[in-house]
């Protein structure tokens, strides 16, 4: 919850801003919701519901103001104004953000560093687990990892990759100095991109093999396509994070992680029906396999031999990969990444969210989807906001403008009539103020598309 600290000095301001009437003066101080749910349990309509912010949203749609959180709520914060629930803490932060005197404060950090402080002074040998992280918990994962500045993209590891765990995207037809014609050309006939005729045989492996399609044959000889003087190779590298997700999703368990490496067994993949472990892969790596040994490609099991094809630029490395939970301030509430957590692992806060490490999987999902780029990330799969629907039904709107004073791009007002109107030629669909409307009144949806 939030509370006030004692600078307060009862001006009110959090009190006249605060959009769900959640905050009243007692004795010159103001007392707010704690944010216990209990109000949410009780309900018999199920229209009270916990929010990304962990606070609670109440479905006007489903309300019938019965009065039962009003009788439930254990700190008499909760009344009924005509068909609308007043006095139940949202967490959207406007009371921190208005109070002129920086006195109203989120109890979560005050009670995180009250904790931390009250262990450390007892200096116990096996401290009792607490649900505050600590300071110093971090997520991590081992994978291999692309060094985008060295890599070249010539995709030599995706065609040494046993399990085309690695995707190289760049465009066909040119030559990357991937030298795998080299390596193939059994007559030893090709040495920097270059054909000795005397050597070629013409047996046409280099053709065949090339993973840009950029060799072909012209009155029998060999010609390597070549890029133009000063033209650069651009595109994506992505391959398998390694997070296990696959292997959590899989329900006859083909997909198994064992000391942290992905392993898969065929045999006990052959009766699946569901294939949810594609749905899960968060950049899009795994898919199904035109091979009759197995049915699924693009998982990484670990074998380090992209690590040893990529002898010259050494772009391809083992890497401890850890979060600590931070992010950019270009964080705009938007709940994107709480959304699709898969983990459930992720509270928002007003400019910043809240990580449970201990949960987070590293899969990068949240940073996958950022529309700006403030999750930390590792790998260049990108997706962005293709389309969506905003539209703000008025007949349960609470008028609060919440979702006004949340939008980053100013797509929200009020029309001549006083109604909350969305301007679809600056909404950017990132659900900013759908996550944060107190009485469920916006209707909302999105879609996602591939950027790089």
């Given at each position: 919850?939030?509370?006030?600290?004692?600078?307060?000095?009862?001006?009110?301001?959090?009190?006249?801003?605060?959009?769900?009437?959640?905050?009243?003066?007692?004795?010159?101080?103001?007392?707010?919701?704690?944010?216990?749910?209990?109000?949410?349990?009780?309900?018999?309509?199920?229209?009270?519901?916990?929010?990304?912010?962990?606070?609670?949203?109440?479905?006007?749609?489903?309300?019938?103001?019965?009065?039962?959180?009003?009788?439930?709520?254990?700190?008499?914060?909760?009344?009924?104004?005509g068909d609308m629930v007043?006095?139940?803490?949202?967490?959207?932060?406007?009371?921190?953000?208005?109070?002129?005197?920086?006195?109203?404060?989120?109890?979560?950090?005050?009670?995180?560093?009250?904790?931390?402080?009250?262990?450390?002074?007892?200096?116990?040998?096996?401290?009792?687990?607490?649900?505050?992280?600590?300071?110093?918990?971090?997520?991590?994962?081992?994978?291999?990892?692309?060094?985008?500045?060295?890599?070249?993209?010539?995709?030599?590891?995706?065609?040494?990759?046993?399990?085309?765990?690695?995707?190289?995207?760049?465009?066909?037809?040119?030559?990357?100095?991937?030298?795998?014609?080299?390596?193939?050309?059994?007559?030893?006939?090709?040495?920097?991109?270059?054909?000795?005729?005397?050597?070629?045989?013409?047996?046409?492996?280099?053709?065949?093999?090339?993973?840009?399609?950029?060799?072909?044959?012209?009155?029998?000889?060999?010609?390597?396509?070549?890029?133009?003087?000063?033209?650069?190779?651009?595109?994506?590298?992505?391959?398998?994070?390694?997070?296990?997700?696959?292997?959590?999703?899989?329900?006859?368990?083909?997909?198994?992680?064992?000391?942290?490496?992905?392993?898969?067994?065929?045999?006990?993949?052959?009766?699946?029906?569901?294939?949810?472990?594609?749905?899960?892969?968060?950049?899009?790596?795994?898919?199904?396999?035109?091979e009759d040994e197995r049915?699924?490609?693009?998982?990484?099991?670990?074998?380090?031999?992209?690590?040893?094809?990529?002898?010259?630029?050494?772009?391809?490395?083992?890497?401890?990969?850890?979060?600590?939970?931070?992010?950019?301030?270009?964080?705009?509430?938007?709940?994107?990444?709480?959304?699709?957590?898969?983990?459930?692992?992720?509270?928002?806060?007003?400019?910043?969210?809240?990580?449970?490490?201990?949960?987070?999987?590293?899969?990068?999902?949240?940073?996958?989807?950022?529309?700006?780029?403030?999750?930390?990330?590792?790998?260049?799969?990108?997706?962005?906001?293709?389309?969506?629907?905003?539209?703000?039904?008025?007949?349960?709107?609470?008028?609060?403008?919440?979702?006004?004073?949340?939008?980053?791009?100013?797509?929200?007002?009020?029309?001549?009539?006083?109604?909350?109107?969305?301007?679809?030629?600056?909404?950017?669909?990132?659900?900013?103020?759908?996550?944060?409307?107190?009485?469920?009144?916006?209707?909302?949806?999105?879609?996602?598309?591939?950027?790089?």
């Open positions: 919850m939030f509370l006030s600290t004692k600078k307060c000095e009862g001006i009110g301001e959090c009190i006249k801003e605060c959009p769900t009437g959640a905050i009243r003066l007692i004795e010159g101080k103001p007392f707010s919701c704690i944010t216990c749910g209990a109000c949410a349990e009780a309900c018999p309509n199920r229209a009270i519901f916990k929010n990304k912010y962990g606070g609670f949203v109440v479905d006007r749609a489903k309300c019938n103001a019965c009065g039962v959180c009003e009788l439930t709520c254990p700190v008499n914060n909760i009344t009924i104004e007043k006095g139940i803490c949202s967490r959207c932060g406007i009371c921190v953000d208005t109070c002129p005197i920086d006195a109203r404060i989120d109890a979560y950090d005050v009670i995180e560093d009250r904790q931390l402080k009250f262990l450390e002074s007892l200096n116990l040998t096996n401290p009792p687990e607490v649900r505050i992280k600590k300071v110093d918990e971090i997520a991590n994962r081992v994978n291999v990892l692309t060094d985008t500045e060295k890599c070249t993209l010539c995709g030599r590891c995706e065609y040494y990759c046993p399990t085309d765990a690695i995707i190289v995207d760049t465009d066909s037809g040119v030559c990357t100095e991937c030298r795998v014609c080299e390596d193939v050309c059994p007559a030893e006939a090709i040495s920097d991109t270059t054909i000795d005729e005397e050597k070629c045989t013409l047996c046409l492996k280099c053709v065949k093999e090339c993973p840009n399609k950029a060799i072909s044959v012209d009155d029998f000889k060999i010609k390597i396509n070549k890029p133009e003087e000063g033209h650069e190779i651009e595109g994506n590298i992505i391959s398998c994070l390694n997070c296990g997700l696959c292997a959590e999703a899989c329900e006859l368990g083909a997909l198994k992680r064992v000391d942290g490496k992905i392993r898969y067994d065929p045999s006990l993949c052959e009766e699946c029906t569901a294939m949810k472990c594609l749905d899960v892969c968060p950049v899009g790596t795994l898919r199904e396999s035109e049915r699924i490609k693009g998982y990484c099991v670990s074998c380090g031999r992209c690590v040893k094809a990529c002898d010259l630029n050494e772009a391809r490395s083992f890497k401890n990969v850890t979060w600590n939970g931070k992010i950019s301030e270009d964080c705009i509430s938007c709940g994107i990444c709480a959304e699709l957590c898969p983990k459930g692992a992720i509270t928002l806060k007003r400019g910043s969210i809240n990580v449970d490490l201990e949960k987070c999987a590293l899969c990068e999902k949240c940073a996958i989807h950022c529309p700006q780029d403030a999750i930390p990330t590792t790998t260049m799969r990108k997706k962005s906001i293709r389309d969506g629907f905003v539209f703000v039904e008025n007949k349960l709107c609470m008028n609060c403008k919440l979702c006004m004073k949340t939008c980053p791009e100013e797509a929200i007002f009020e029309d001549e009539k006083g109604r909350l109107t969305v301007d679809d030629s600056k909404c950017i669909y990132c659900g900013a103020c759908n996550n944060v409307c107190p009485a469920r009144a916006i209707l909302f949806e999105r879609e996602f598309e591939v950027a790089r």
